[in-house]
Nanobody
C-alpha cells in the first residue's frame, strides 16, 4: 500500500519561499503522475499542480503560475513543490497526491498524504 508523507510547510512572510516534499513508500512512483492540492479554511479543495510520470507534462493552477514549480526525483521516490513569492492567499493545508496513471487528469489522485500547513502572513 502506497503511503505518502509531506514535509516543508511552515509560517512565512509574503514574498518568501518554501519547498514542500512528499516522500512515498510501499510502492514506486516511476509509473505514476504526482501532484499537489490545497485547502484553505472555509474553501473548497483546489488543485495546485500535477506532473506526469516522466516529467513531460505539467499542470499548474492559474493562481500559482510563475511562482510555483513541481518536480520529482524518481530515484528518491520523492516529489516537490517549490513555492516562491508566497502570498497570504496561498495559506492552507497542502496535500500531495499520486495518481494510478502515467498522466494527470485534472487533479484526481488515487492516494494522498496527511497534509502540511502553509501559512503566509506578515
Amino acid at each position: 500500500q502506497l503511503q505518502l508523507v509531506e514535509s516543508g510547510g511552515g509560517l512565512v512572510q509574503p514574498g518568501e519561499s518554501l519547498r514542500l516534499s512528499c516522500v512515498a513508500s510501499g510502492s514506486t512512483l516511476d509509473y505514476s503522475a504526482v501532484g499537489w492540492y490545497r485547502q484553505a479554511p472555509g474553501k473548497e479543495r483546489e488543485g495546485v499542480s500535477c506532473l506526469s510520470y516522466d516529467s513531460s507534462a505539467t499542470n499548474l493552477a492559474d493562481s500559482v503560475k510563475g511562482r510555483f514549480t513541481i518536480s520529482r526525483d524518481n530515484a528518491k521516490n520523492t516529489f516537490y513543490l517549490q513555492m516562491n513569492n508566497l502570498k497570504p492567499e496561498d495559506t492552507g493545508v497542502y496535500y500531495c497526491g499520486v495518481r494510478n496513471n502515467y498522466f494527470c487528469h485534472w487533479y484526481e489522485f488515487s492516494y494522498w498524504g496527511q497534509g502540511t500547513q502553509v501559512t503566509v502572513s506578515s
